[in-house]
């Protein structure tokens, strides 16, 4: 491989984009576009810079291996930086069920504040310190935080070349011989310039499964219908529109006394008046705090008071996703809560950003925009306050949180993308509670998930569908602890490609617990270590998958290197405090 002295530079570093483009050209495959355009060679080309990405490029590096990667955005790490989604996570996440490299990753966020916070003394002797509180979460902390400890990572293989790493560069088309991709080119959105990226290997680990089509690879979308799956919880018909809701995230804080009242959307007529049509109903308006309970399916009351304790309602959403608690800090820094809203109140379902035209994209993004702005300035002037009285005036947009102008963050937190047809295809028979013992026959006290031949990873969490543009309702019901297996990240056909993200061979049904923050980076991790065992072993991607002998010794491998491939037994995990 070659080390170029230019791929030192961040193509379009400093150029500062506020929001998603989502525009450019049409997606083909085939001869790529004339006149020849300038070209950057790699082990691994990985297209997207999310948490998926960065595990993958991490991974590879330290292998040995030469990477390229781009990013949509100016900010790498995906859902939780550009998205702001703290992550979401398992209840023993801070004893097992993740990567060595992902834990090393938390901690470096927790010693991030311990550094350059001015925390209480109690505060920064917590050995789990959760900088927010939030109780999503157990590491709830801001978006910069963790694009500071990601880009902290990489920034030794950028200063000695084995790294190139292209902000907000987005693909546009690829050229592929015998199934196999040649090159993809890329494009600059802020500056128009075209590459043309050649590599041994390519990764797609973008947010929405954007090199899929590109490249031909098969793959599905929105859900398959029960027919085809068998899934105890899947939509009665295949329906590849049927996509979840996307939400336009934004952070919040509170000054009580002043007025920081937004002005009002233009969208918030239509959104004030909205009612979700959605099967099972929702109970109301979309901007309420009443809502339906994801499990349960009945109408569930929500409290909000951003002072202190709730009177009404299950949960006080204002420390629910609470990403800075006043109370960790000293006094006298000026420091206030910050509250980090992505709540069911702010999903979009009214449109899909997969299979929609570009101006249709853009059209959703802005109106999921509205939608966002809307709710606050709703909680700001109309929501129902529990001490009396109507609206938060003091509640202020925190738009250096997100790092945009428009306080929205720079990309749209997304639940569902394209998802290969891959070796293996995970279903609900494998890791749903309810669906696994009636398959097994048993009680569902004594099933465990399958395990798989193949598996290079594990991860849980409850599977998770939020409403959706074809009008079903939450779909929400308990997994258990899962593996991965390999064979969910090889496509079928396309012999050098990689799904590193959420588009490995899931369903509908199941990317609701394989697509959270653990299971991506480890999706992305392995990723990066089948590249680098690939080709030292000059062998296709799929023969690691098929060869008993190379598969054992890279499932060992990877257990060395601290991925875990299998939980510990039912009754040796205790729940973490």
Known sequence: MINRRESFVRLGAGLGVTSIGLVGCNSFSGRLAKPKRKELKADLVIIGGGLGGCAAALSALRSGLVVIMTEETDWIGGQLTSQGVPPDEHRWIESFGCTRTYRKFR?????????????????????????????????????????????????PFEAKGQLTLLIQTKPIAAELVDDSIRAVEVVNMETGHPLILTGSIFADATELGDLLPLVDCEHVTGTEGKKQTGELHMPDKASPGNQQAFTMCFAIDHVDGEEHVIDKPTG?????????????????????????HPSSGLPKRLGFNPMGSHKVGVINLWTYRRILDQSNFKSGNGFRDISLVNW??????????????????????????????????????????????????????????MGTDDGLA????????????????????????????????????????????????????????????????????????????????????????????????????????????????????????????????????????????????????????????????????????
């Open 410 to 577: 720079k990309y749209p937190y997304v639940r569902e993308s394209r998802r290969i047809k891959a070796l293996t295809t995970i279903v609900e028979q494998d890791c749903g509670k309810e669906n696994r013992a009636l398959v097994l026959g048993k009680k569902q006290s004594q099933v465990q998930a399958k395990r798989y031949h193949d598996s290079v990873g594990v991860g849980h969490y409850q599977i998770d569908l939020h409403p959706s543009t074809g009008g079903d309702n939450y779909i929400d019901f308990e997994a258990l602890p899962f593996e991965l297996p390999l064979g969910a990240l090889i496509p079928q056909r396309v012999s050098n490609l990689i799904a590193s993200c959420k588009n490995i061979g899931t369903t509908h049904v199941t990317n609701g617990c394989y697509r959270l923050h653990p299971i991506e980076w480890n999706i992305g991790e392995v990723a990066g270590h089948l590249a680098a065992t690939a080709i030292a072993n000059s062998v296709r991607l799929q023969a690691v998958w098929e060869n008993t002998k190379l598969l054992s010794s890279f499932q060992a491998f990877l257990r060395k290197t601290g991925v875990e491939t299998s939980w510990p037994p039912p009754q040796t995990r205790r729940q973490d405090g």
């Open 268 to 292: 918030y007529d239509f959104w004030r008046g909205y009612i979700p049509n959605l099967m099972p109903a929702w109970p109301g308006r979309l901007l309420d705090f009443t809502y339906t």
């Open 107 to 155: 901690s470096a966020i927790r010693g991030y504040y311990r550094r350059h916070y001015p925390l209480t003394d109690k505060a920064k002797q917590l050995k789990n310190l959760n900088p927010g509180n939030g109780s999503v979460s157990r590491l709830c902390h801001e978006p910069k935080v963790a694009l500071a400890c990601l880009e902290s990572l990489l920034v």
């Open 344 to 401: 069911p109140q702010n999903d979009y379902f009214l449109g899909n950003l997969i299979g929609a035209s570009h101006d249709e994209r853009d059209r959703h993004i802005a109106r999921s925009k509205q939608l966002s702005l809307s709710l606050l300035y709703w909680l700001q002037t109309e929501a129902p306050c529990d001490y009396g009285g109507r609206g938060w005036p003091g509640l202020r947009l925190r738009k250096d949180v």
